[in-house]
T-cell receptor, first 114, second 113 residues
Framework: ETGVTQSPTHLIKTRGQQVTLRCSSQ?????VSWYQQALGQGPQFIFQ???????GRGNFPPRFSGLQFPNYSSELNVNALELDDSALYLC?????????????FGSGTRLTVV | AQSVTQLDSHVSVSEGTPVLLRCNYS??????LFWYVQHPNKGLQLLLK??????LVKGINGFEAEFKKSETSFHLTKPSAHMSDAAEYFC???????????FGTGTRLQVFP
């Protein structure tokens, strides 16, 4: 049983650019959640996807968007990057009925905006 | 709204001595509470979870936490620290309305030989 895989592991972008981060969920998990962890802070909920639909969103602007695919993998897209978007982006997957009790986190993508 | 407050940003202990990481929670209903650990350049690993069963919860690697409703606390303890316990620890509450996790600001645990 594979865990949650995120790619790339590290990324450097210029302010104003767009970025796409990818997440492969754990086998059997159909729910994917994304979190942003700024340096020295706890992770903050961005949004969650369930059966390819957004199923809850945190306090993030619309330039943060996502997708979930039929195989339950997911993408996080960020447009018009700002310096404050520099953070570790974590993906977590869970299976039906487990909710937050069954989260499995990936190792994250470290995004640096310069 | 649910929230958690981690009372210490840094805790330092000697190897072999007890560990205590403190967390208070705020919730309008019976919460689901978790402790996660994050080692450098790693993702988050679940240590233990409380979901309204036994108030003393045992987790992995010898950690345990006690849910105290009267004190709105969920402190993490371990009888004897190991060097490998050095990491960032997060106290977390689950928002049942939105199925999301709400993290504390973290406690960095240092273990000295």
């Amino acid at each position: 049983e594979t865990g949650v895989t995120q790619s790339p592991t590290h990324l450097i972008k210029t302010r104003g650019q767009q970025v796409t981060l990818r997440c492969s969920s754990q086998s059997g998990h159909n729910t994917v959640s994304w979190y942003q962890q700024a340096l020295g802070q706890g992770p903050q909920f961005i949004f969650q996807y369930y059966r390819e639909e957004e199923n809850g969103r945190g306090n993030f602007p619309p330039r943060f968007s996502g997708l979930q695919f039929p195989n339950y993998s997911s993408e996080l897209n960020v447009n018009a990057l700002e310096l404050d978007d520099s953070a570790l982006y974590l993906c977590a997957s869970s299976s039906p009925g487990q909710g937050t009790s069954g989260y499995t986190f990936g190792s994250g993508t470290r995004l640096t905006v310069v | 709204a649910q929230s958690v407050t981690q009372l210490d940003s840094h805790v330092s202990v000697s190897e072999g001595t007890p560990v205590l990481l403190r967390c208070n929670y705020s919730s309008s209903y019976s919460p689901s509470l978790f402790w996660y650990v994050q080692h450098p350049n790693k993702g988050l690993q679940l240590l233990l979870k409380y979901t309204s069963a036994a108030t003393l919860v045992k987790g992995i690697n010898g950690f345990e936490a006690e849910f105290k409703k009267s004190e709105t606390s969920f402190h993490l303890t371990k009888p004897s620290a190991h060097m490998s316990d050095a990491a960032e620890y997060f106290c977390v509450v689950s928002d049942l309305n939105t199925d999301k996790l709400i993290f504390g600001t973290g406690t960095r645990l240092q273990v000295f030989p």
